[in-house]
């Protein structure tokens, strides 16, 4: 087992019944009893981190956490639904699959009943009705009563801060994808009550302090197990809430976000990775680069949701999938050609030497060679940046056909190899992965603070954060910017952090999203775009949970 977190092991011992299904517990399997061993408690934490790659207590599929009839098992994943919502609206990506929801998504046209807003919506709450439990179970007063050790108590109280940095996560999505929604905390018993309905100001203020109440109370990142909480993804986290304040609260906060970006950036636990590929291979948890991952292994934590969707899903047509590590591709995923158009694309040529026909040399050249032994084998648009990941063989830039795979580059970021070239732990048997998912990293920290030190004025601490970036892209200095402009960044943050989740967020905040000024293939349902109403900013809450509370107000628009 290559490295996943001890937690998912513990997952699947504490709540699997293996094979003796036959067999009737001999006490009933409630809260008290799972909370009077102060050893369980780290295996129930393990379901809360579980709760964002894993889909139920059986992978891939089996015993689902959230009911078919809201969404698909496999599509409900955690990361499946919020990379969905996140990128499929955006310049950066298109699925072609005809699935309930899909179309929807690639050209903003959902609606209250759309399967993925409710897989999100329930995925949200699933996961923040665990934390509520377990952060009720670990108050100080019930483990007094239940008579353990100071030392248990002391660990206890640290698994029940990653709990709360958990339930913070899962509100932050809540308030950046929902605005404002029903709210419990573990005070509020599950069936008691109609949540009443929070304003996003206050949703804001709430996760906010709740973050810097653990902040100090977490692990440091070069202290902690691979995969957990720790105070830089509180600090992350933070700079991410204060980026967007302006769109959440009404009020900008970006000295905020250069406060606790510098907190993580001067902590020294992490550093920019030598190589870029290398954070989205299927070793990525040897990356120095990534802050809070979520944890994925081909082997013990089997999804059709999270990396195994993005790696599949973007193998198609003339692809190989077995050079990404898989058995097979999905034929869904691409790119959009305004998205492939924010690189710096040139002109590369295969050539052939044929004065040596039987061991030709074919190399790549930039310029086309003038040399009569050399004939053009094959042309390709490349860049010397290194983020460049784009297959185009068989494919072609512009999307005219949704449903067709080679309408649009290919993009194959996520790869299931490992660094050294060697295949991961499914040795390409299988569809799943071991590629862990950079919630957060390092250079998302480099681009906040860079974005909110420009906005504050400060051209010179821009310019070194996004010039590192750059220089690792390049191997070199010679793209620096000498000059940046909020659209350099924002640029920068597409090519930089592409299809990782942030670009419905990213878009937003420039105002582009919904806007005129802005468009991209199919926005708004149309092949050259269309604005779309500023109401599709924020996804509708699901029309059952409207029918069913009487305190909730739906979302402007729908």
């Given at each position: 087992?290559?490295?996943?977190?001890?937690?998912?092991?513990?997952?699947?011992?504490?709540?699997?019944?293996?094979?003796?299904?036959?067999?009737?517990?001999?006490?009933?399997?409630?809260?008290?009893?799972?909370?009077?061993?102060?050893?369980?408690?780290?295996?129930?934490?393990?379901?809360?981190?579980?709760?964002?790659?894993?889909?139920?207590?059986?992978?891939?599929?089996?015993?689902?956490?959230?009911?078919?009839?809201?969404?698909?098992?496999?599509?409900?994943?955690?990361?499946?639904?919020?990379?969905?919502?996140?990128?499929?609206?955006?310049?950066?990506?298109?699925?072609?699959?005809?699935?309930?929801?899909?179309?929807?998504?690639?050209?903003?046209?959902?609606?209250?009943?759309?399967?993925?807003?409710?897989?999100?919506?329930?995925?949200?709450?699933?996961?923040?009705?665990?934390?509520?439990?377990?952060?009720?179970?670990?108050?100080?007063?019930?483990?007094?009563?239940?008579?353990?050790?100071d030392l248990d108590i002391q660990t206890i109280q640290t698994y029940r801060n990653e709990a709360r940095f958990l339930r913070a996560l899962s509100y932050?999505?809540?308030?950046?994808?929902?605005?404002?929604?029903?709210?419990?905390?573990?005070?509020?018993?599950?069936?008691?009550?109609?949540?009443?309905?929070?304003?996003?100001?206050?949703?804001?203020?709430?996760?906010?302090?709740?973050?810097?109440?653990?902040?100090?109370?977490?692990?440091?990142?070069?202290?902690?197990?691979?995969?957990?909480?720790?105070?830089?993804?509180?600090?992350?986290?933070?700079?991410?809430?204060?980026?967007?304040?302006?769109?959440?609260?009404?009020?900008?906060?970006?000295?905020?976000?250069?406060?606790?970006?510098?907190?993580?950036?001067?902590?020294?636990?992490?550093?920019?990775?030598?190589?870029?590929?290398?954070?989205?291979?299927?070793?990525?948890?040897?990356?120095?680069?990534?802050?809070?991952?979520?944890?994925?292994?081909?082997?013990?934590?089997?999804?059709?949701?999270?990396?195994?969707?993005?790696?599949?899903?973007?193998?198609?047509?003339?692809?190989?999938?077995?050079?990404?590590?898989?058995?097979g591709g999905w034929g869904g995923l691409r790119a959009t050609p305004e998205?492939?158009?924010?690189?710096?694309?040139?002109?590369?040529?295969?050539?052939?030497?044929?004065?040596?026909?039987?061991?030709?040399?074919?190399?790549?050249?930039?310029?086309?060679?003038?040399?009569?032994?050399?004939?053009?084998?094959?042309?390709?648009?490349?860049?010397?940046?290194?983020?460049?990941?784009?297959?185009?063989?068989?494919?072609?830039?512009?999307?005219?056909?949704?449903?067709?795979?080679?309408?649009?580059?290919?993009?194959?970021?996520?790869?299931?190899?490992?660094?050294?070239?060697?295949?991961?732990?499914?040795?390409?048997?299988?569809?799943?992965?071991?590629?862990?998912?950079?919630?957060?990293?390092?250079?998302?920290?480099?681009?906040?603070?860079?974005?909110?030190?420009?906005?504050?004025?400060?051209?010179?601490?821009?310019?070194?954060?996004?010039?590192?970036?750059?220089?690792?892209?390049?191997?070199?200095?010679?793209?620096?910017?000498?000059?940046?402009?909020?659209?350099?960044?924002?640029?920068?943050?597409?090519?930089?952090?592409?299809?990782?989740?942030?670009?419905?967020?990213?878009?937003?905040?420039?105002?582009?999203?919904?806007?005129?000024?802005?468009?991209?293939?199919?926005?708004?349902?149309?092949?050259?775009?269309?604005?779309?109403?500023?109401?599709?900013?924020?996804?509708?809450?699901?029309?059952?949970?409207?029918?069913?509370?009487?305190?909730?107000?739906?979302?402007?628009?729908?």
């Amino acid at each position: 087992m290559k490295k996943t977190s001890c937690l998912i092991i513990f997952l699947f011992g504490f709540f699997s019944c293996q094979k003796s299904l036959d067999l009737s517990p001999r006490y009933g399997f409630n809260a008290e009893v799972v909370y009077s061993e102060p050893n369980n408690y780290i295996k129930v934490l393990a379901k809360l981190y579980s709760g964002l790659s894993m889909t139920g207590i059986q992978g891939p599929a089996g015993q689902p956490d959230i009911s078919q009839e809201t969404i698909d098992e496999g599509f409900s994943a955690y990361v499946r639904v919020l990379w969905n919502l996140q990128e499929l609206p955006t310049d950066e990506a298109v699925c072609g699959w005809n699935d309930p929801g899909i179309p929807t998504l690639n050209k903003m046209q959902w609606n209250a009943e759309d399967g993925w807003v409710k897989g999100m919506y329930y995925r949200i709450y699933y996961q923040i009705t665990l934390c509520n439990e377990y952060i009720f179970q670990s108050r100080d007063e019930k483990l007094s009563q239940r008579g353990f050790s100071d030392l248990d108590i002391q660990t206890i109280q640290t698994y029940r801060n990653e709990a709360r940095f958990l339930r913070a996560l899962s509100y932050y999505h809540a308030l950046d994808l929902f605005g404002s929604v029903p709210f419990v905390d573990e005070n509020d018993r599950v069936g008691a009550f109609e949540p009443p309905q929070i304003s996003r100001e206050n949703l804001f203020l709430y996760v906010e302090s709740e973050l810097l109440d653990i902040e100090n109370e977490l692990l440091d990142a070069n202290s902690a197990p691979y995969g957990r909480a720790t105070k830089q993804a509180v600090q992350t986290l933070l700079a991410k809430m204060y980026l967007n304040a302006e769109v959440y609260i009404g009020s900008e906060r970006y000295s905020d976000c250069i406060n606790f970006c510098n907190e993580v950036i001067s902590s020294n636990n992490f550093q920019l990775d030598d190589n870029y590929q290398d954070i989205f291979l299927a070793d990525n948890n040897l990356s120095p680069e990534i802050i809070f991952p979520v944890v994925y292994d081909g082997l013990y934590a089997q999804t059709w949701g999270g990396t195994t969707f993005m790696v599949c899903a973007s193998i198609g047509g003339d692809m190989n999938a077995s050079e990404y590590g898989v058995n097979g591709g999905w034929g869904g995923l691409r790119a959009t050609p305004e998205f492939v158009n924010n690189f710096d694309l040139v002109e590369k040529y295969w050539v052939e030497d044929i004065t040596n026909p039987l061991n030709p040399d074919t190399s790549l050249l930039t310029n086309l060679p003038t040399d009569p032994n050399f004939i053009v084998f094959d042309t390709i648009q490349t860049t010397d940046d290194g983020r460049f990941l784009f297959f185009q063989e068989g494919q072609q830039l512009e999307i005219t056909s949704l449903g067709n795979f080679r309408h649009g580059y290919a993009f194959p970021k996520y790869k299931n190899i490992n660094s050294d070239g060697s295949i991961a732990s499914n040795n390409g048997f299988s569809a799943h992965v071991d590629i862990d998912f950079p919630m957060f990293r390092l250079a998302d920290v480099y681009l906040m603070y860079a974005e909110s030190s420009l906005r504050k004025g400060d051209q010179a601490t821009a310019l070194q954060y996004v010039n590192a970036l750059r220089q690792r892209a390049y191997g070199n200095s010679n793209y620096d910017y000498t000059n940046i402009t909020l659209e350099d960044i924002l640029d920068e943050r597409s090519c930089e952090l592409s299809w990782e989740g942030t670009r419905r967020t990213d878009l937003i905040r420039y105002g582009y999203f919904t806007s005129s000024s802005y468009l991209w293939s199919y926005k708004g349902g149309e092949i050259n775009g269309t604005a779309v109403g500023d109401y599709l900013n924020l996804f509708p809450i699901p029309t059952a949970d409207i029918v069913l509370n009487s305190n909730l107000i739906q979302n402007n628009g729908y």
